[in-house]
């Protein structure tokens, strides 16, 4: 077996702030093969942006503490120099971000970004070569008429054909590892789907590795190969993504599963919430970070959930499935409590 | 309903509620799940039995576009809503879904008549006063009743006022309380949706994502509505809160007997909260119906490719499923497709799309559909069903030998409708 193309282990991002020091994210460790998607899923201040931001080396080195190890291509990442760093954005890894009009200039035009994007890594292509390959580009992703709309300024493109510009963009110099984050939120769902079907028949075409961080279970579900479960700046679950989702084993997991509703669904499923809030980064609760918001803690003996902070090891289902928690019998509490009441139909057919 | 004179009321389910409260000192108290799914709830069931609280006729609006230069003519009409019918039963909800543009938030905007509509009526309560052509002065009453439930709860809330001004400005310009029992009902209503109380000395930067928008929602009814409109109230939330604020909502309704016009995009959450669903497409309704048939037996070839467009859960290591393309985007509400409005990116059109707008006909019990080919996915008929109704031919050129007849005039539902097998008109 290869070396997977992104090795993160044990990394750490700190930020210090007036109020104290933000832990957002704490020992993440995941890897993630060429023509493989992994999807990393959690809310917002989970840590599931800043870390992949880590990935290209985004964080201003003068106010963030980045320990661990980030290895893109064998190549260490943490304290890389900028102008190596430069090399290797774009690259070897590149970025789609979800406001597609915050991203884009809009004082230039999309083709002479584009054409800016591939300059900066072929310092030898005419102008017009890069013009080109911008025009190929849009091609590539599905903008009709091409060569005329290379011509236009951002605020000319819908906000599908948007996207599909910075998908062309972060695409141009066939990078080997492709970090979307959250790229279809701000999109209706028609749109949605063309984009996720873009980026899986390029992901195909290219053989890349592709990350994609989101709330949206199911994109994760139509997406991802793997699923990596973040909480408070940890990764808590992680995993092959049929596992994750059908048979999850850390209570977060099951709390994210039964507070969205399911458009094909039973309709006598019950939407139970998560109570509470995300925790502060600033002062993380001790042991289990999920032990005040969590359910089950109560399976558990003695104050172990507050006291000692579980490892992610792998769970009752085998190696490849991590879970970050102190039940002993996960597999039986959701299939007996917890599905019953999120998911009558399933248990049936099961 | 509450009254001001009556002591606060709990809220059903403390558990929901107070989760939301957790802090340092009460870590130790423990939920365990069971209680937990109590408080949650099963989608809204469907009532067939009481009378519409909003009856919406023939509604419009069409914005004027103006030319450039010194003379501003009007160049143009961006059709917004054009012409739509539907009724909210009293205590119900009605979801209204679509892409962006389609018309869905201009709706909720004309009923509570931040625009005035170009034409149409829209009859309310039980007097059935007609909000579309009432005065600011004849209107404020009957703002009480209708109230607004917004997406951002970070911008619909003031920075600048406390929780307890905002909350109680209803109370004050209505002046339905004396201004010593602001602060009382104000209390009340923090506590209904689940804030403490004593918290009404706070600004809005103090809460988080959830709490605002439950802020947003004790601000709509301090008045005691009849009708919310909700746009978009959970898809600016984490998806943990959004499954706290649905719940939240579901109480309400049930327990102060709120009618909902729920306007979103979010498929799933629509078919959770609302036993009737209306698809919205460029200005038009093109389908609506109980949920059953829009979410199972969906007949317009738009619903069916928004429905195949919703990510699955349960699509988990299938891979993507084979979904039905719709190719480009909306056409411009300016200048609209001839007939059917979306022929130009529907896989199904003929000619007759763009010559006959097919109108809003009734197919079921509780099913109305606008296309000349309505069918269910995959078995979509090969002529027009609409042709004999509307007096034109297969190609929808006027035809001498048969008479139109009117069809999808009645906002509710009729007794009886056009069965798609027989093409003849049946009743339960």
């Not at chain 1, 977060?252 to 094909?264: I, K």
């Not at chain 2, 009859?123 to 997406?151: W, Y």
Request: net charge negative; glycine share 8%; with cysteine.
């Amino acid at each position: 077996m290869t070396e997977p193309f992104l090795v993160v282990e044990d990394l750490t991002v700190k930020f210090p702030t007036e109020d104290g020091l933000v832990n957002a994210v704490t020992e993440l460790s995941y890897s993630v093969e060429q023509g493989r998607t992994l999807g990393i899923v959690g809310e917002s201040g989970s840590g599931k942006s800043v870390s992949s931001m880590a990935v290209l080396g985004l964080h201003d080195t003068r106010t963030a503490r980045i320990t661990g190890s980030i290895k893109v291509g064998g190549q260490e990442v943490v304290g890389l120099g900028e102008s190596k760093l430069r090399k290797l954005r774009g690259r070897e890894v590149a970025m789609i971000f979800q406001d597609a009009l915050a991203a884009l200039h809009p004082f230039y035009k999309v083709g002479s970004q584009l054409a800016e994007a591939y300059l900066v890594h072929h310092p030898s292509a005419s102008k017009r070569d890069a013009r080109r390959k911008a025009v190929e580009m849009l091609d590539r992703v599905g903008i009709p008429q091409p060569d005329r709309r290379v011509d236009d300024f951002p605020h000319q493109f819908s906000g599908g054909m948007r996207q599909r510009a910075m998908i062309a963009m972060g695409l141009i110099n066939d990078p080997k590892l492709l970090i979307a984050d959250e790229p279809t939120t701000a999109l209706d769902v028609t749109v949605q789907a063309q984009i996720l079907d873009l980026l899986q028949d390029l992901q195909r075409e290219f053989d890349s590795a592709v990350i994609i961080i989101t709330h949206d279970l199911g994109v994760i579900a139509e997406m991802a190969d793997d699923i990596l479960v973040m909480y408070g700046g940890r990764g808590v679950e992680h995993g092959p993504a049929k596992e994750v989702l059908t048979r999850p084993l850390m209570p977060y997991t099951w709390g994210l599963l039964s507070s969205v509703p399911d458009v094909a669904g039973d309709t006598a499923a019950k939407l139970v919430p998560i109570p509470g809030n995300p925790p502060s980064l600033l002062d993380p609760p001790s042991g289990c970070a999920f032990h005040p918001r969590c359910a089950h803690s109560d399976k558990v003996q003695g104050n172990l959930c507050s006291t000692a902070l579980p490892r992610l090891e792998p769970g009752p289902s085998g190696p490849g499935h991590l879970t970050r928690c102190h039940l002993s019998d996960p597999a039986t509490v959701f299939e007996t409590e917890v599905l019953p009441v999120i998911a009558p139909d399933l248990l049936e057919e099961s | 309903m509450t009254d001001v004179n009556h002591p606060p009321q709990q809220p059903e389910n403390p558990a929901v509620t107070e989760g939301e409260e957790l802090s340092a000192d009460n870590r130790e108290q423990r939920l365990s799940f069971a209680d937990l799914a109590d408080s949650g709830h099963a989608a809204a069931q469907l009532r067939t039995d009481v009378e519409p609280v909003l009856t919406v006729e023939d509604l419009k609006m069409w914005f004027p576009v103006k030319s450039s230069g010194l003379v501003r003519r009007t160049i143009g009409h961006v059709q917004a809503v054009d012409g739509i019918s539907f009724q909210v039963p009293r205590g119900g909800s009605l979801g209204l879904v679509g892409e962006s543009g389609c018309g869905k938030s201009t709706t909720g905007r004309l009923i509570t008549r931040l625009y005035t509509p170009t034409a149409g009526s829209m009859r309310f309560g039980e007097k059935q006063v007609d909000l579309a052509t009432m005065s600011n002065r004849e209107l404020k009453p009957i703002r009480r009743d209708v109230q607004m439930i917004f997406q951002d709860p970070y911008t619909s809330l003031n920075p600048r006022h406390t929780v307890g001004a905002i909350i109680g400005a209803p109370l004050e310009v209505h002046k339905v309380v004396p201004k010593n029992k602001v602060l009382p009902r104000v209390q009340e209503l923090l506590e209904i949706v689940g804030l403490n109380p004593e918290h009404y000395n706070r600004y809005p930067n103090e809460f988080s994502g959830g709490q605002r928008q439950r802020i947003g929602i004790a601000r709509a009814l301090t008045l005691n509505p009849k009708l919310l409109v909700a746009d978009e109230p959970v898809s600016a939330l984490d998806v943990s809160i959004q499954a706290q604020v649905i719940n939240l909502l579901q109480e309400l309704q049930a327990e102060f007997d709120i009618a909902f016009l729920f306007i979103a995009h979010d498929l799933a959450v629509v078919r959770h909260f609302c036993p009737e669903v209306a698809v919205m497409y460029l200005g038009k309704i093109v389908e609506i119906a109980d949920r059953d048939s829009i979410y199972g037996h969906a007949h317009h070839p738009y619903t069916q490719a928004l429905l195949s467009a919703v990510p699955d859960i349960k699509s988990a290591g299938h891979g993507r499923r084979e979904r039905i393309r719709l190719e480009g985007d909306v056409p411009s509400p300016i200048n609209p497709p001839s007939g059917c409005r979306f022929r130009t990116r529907c896989p199904l059109a003929q000619e007759i799309c763009a010559k006959v707008e097919p109108p809003l006909l009734q197919i079921g019990p509780r099913h109305k559909v606008a296309c000349h080919f309505a069918g269910e996915i995959g078995r979509h008929p090969a002529t027009p069903v609409t042709a004999g109704l509307l007096g034109v031919d297969k190609q929808g050129s006027p035809d001498p030998g048969t008479t139109p007849q009117p069809v999808g005039t009645n906002p509710g539902y009729d007794k009886e409708w056009f069965d798609l097998g027989s093409q003849q008109m049946v009743s339960a």
